[in-house]
């Protein structure tokens, strides 16, 4: 049997990495997959990648899958509505929308100093980026409310607050995480949850070839990084949520940040090669990475957890006024 048999799925960004992995997971899980993105055969990537959301729909589809691409600019609201129409015209439901959009803009990959990053790709990276998803997030939400149901996927990278990259990457990433927190209470009432996910070490077209392996002798990497025999390919994330799309309890998760490697151990997925990787219980290298870097790293971590601790304190105390007045608990 196929969990998500009969239901609709929107993967923006499908064209490689995540993306692809996503709307391959659904499509193997039944659903009816809308692929988007803006490189199709004969428009190739502006990131100068080979890939196209046509290849996407035709892997999807020769694995006994069903997919749908269409080109779409996630930065055009007017594309975006457009996209959201014709799938309520064609299907008459939304069910699950992920989006993937943005993963490798090049400036995702610089680590420029604060006060040496690039600006002026500051704009064009945010409305890539954070613009593009509030563009989706916005229309898809406004399908789904319709129906009483769905499921709005942010896809980001890293399970907490900071990440890798320069200053603008890092705000752009940090939203991401934040969407679904923002939107959660917003959607409750309707039936609509909203979370983020973010994969582990991912084994993207454009990281195998930065190792000079291929997904059938992937592990030959491990040589150069012995952190690489903990990846997942893309599809493992998208068994994620595949995993969450069919939890009853979904509601209850809405808003929360979720890692494929957590989830893998809760539902018990495993990847392509029927490996379960754990990125979490990763006893990582980090003599890969220059000491500097590293130190830079742990000290933003520690830096986080001392953060989110005063948060969570001021957080409770907010709670505790105001819950009884407002849930209509207070003389009860």
């Not at 399970?159 to 969407?179: C, E, F, P, W, Y």
């Not at 979370?195 to 592990?219: C, D, K, Y």
Request: glycine content about 10%; hydrophobic content about 40%.
């Amino acid at each position: 049997m196929k969990p998500l048999e009969g239901q609709v799925a929107v993967v923006a960004g499908a064209t490689r990495g995540a993306g692809r992995g996503i709307a391959r997971a659904l499509a193997e899980a039944g659903a009816l997959v809308y692929c988007t993105g803006r490189s199709v055969t004969g428009q190739p990537s502006p990131y100068k990648r080979p890939e196209t959301i046509d290849e996407t729909a035709a892997m999807i589809e020769g694995a006994g899958g069903r997919a749908i691409a269409v080109r779409v600019d996630h930065t055009s609201e007017g594309e975006v509505e457009a996209l959201f129409a014709r799938v309520e015209r064609e299907q008459n439901r939304l069910d699950i929308v992920a989006d993937s959009v943005a993963g490798e803009d090049p400036l995702m990959s610089d680590w420029s100093a604060p006060w040496d990053v690039d600006l002026t790709r500051a704009e064009p990276l945010l409305r890539q980026a954070l613009v593009s998803r509030l563009i989706t997030a916005k229309h898809a939400t406004r399908r789904m409310i319709a129906h009483r149901r769905g499921l709005l996927v942010e896809v980001t990278e890293n399970d907490g607050l900071s990440g890798s990259g320069n200053i603008v990457t890092q705000m752009a990433k940090l939203a991401h995480r934040g969407l679904p927190l923002m939107l959660a209470p917003q959607l409750k009432a309707h039936g609509v949850a909203a979370v983020a996910i973010t994969p582990g070490f991912l084994r993207s077209e454009q990281m195998l070839e930065h190792f000079g392996v291929t997904e059938a002798n992937w592990r030959d990497a491990g040589a150069k990084d012995p952190n690489f025999l903990e990846s997942e390919s893309p599809l493992f994330v998208g068994r994620a949520i595949v995993a969450l799309a069919t939890d009853p309890q979904l509601m209850t998760r809405s808003g929360h940040l979720f890692s494929s490697w957590e989830l893998g151990r809760e539902f018990g997925f495993t990847d392509a090669d029927g490996h379960r990787p754990d990125w979490g219980m990763k006893d990582v290298d980090f003599s890969v990475l220059p000491a500097s870097l590293s130190t830079l790293i742990l000290d933003g971590m520690e830096l986080q957890a001392e953060w989110l601790h005063v948060l969570a304190k001021r957080s409770d105390r907010y709670v505790a006024r105001w819950s009884p007045s407002i849930r209509g608990t207070a003389g009860a």
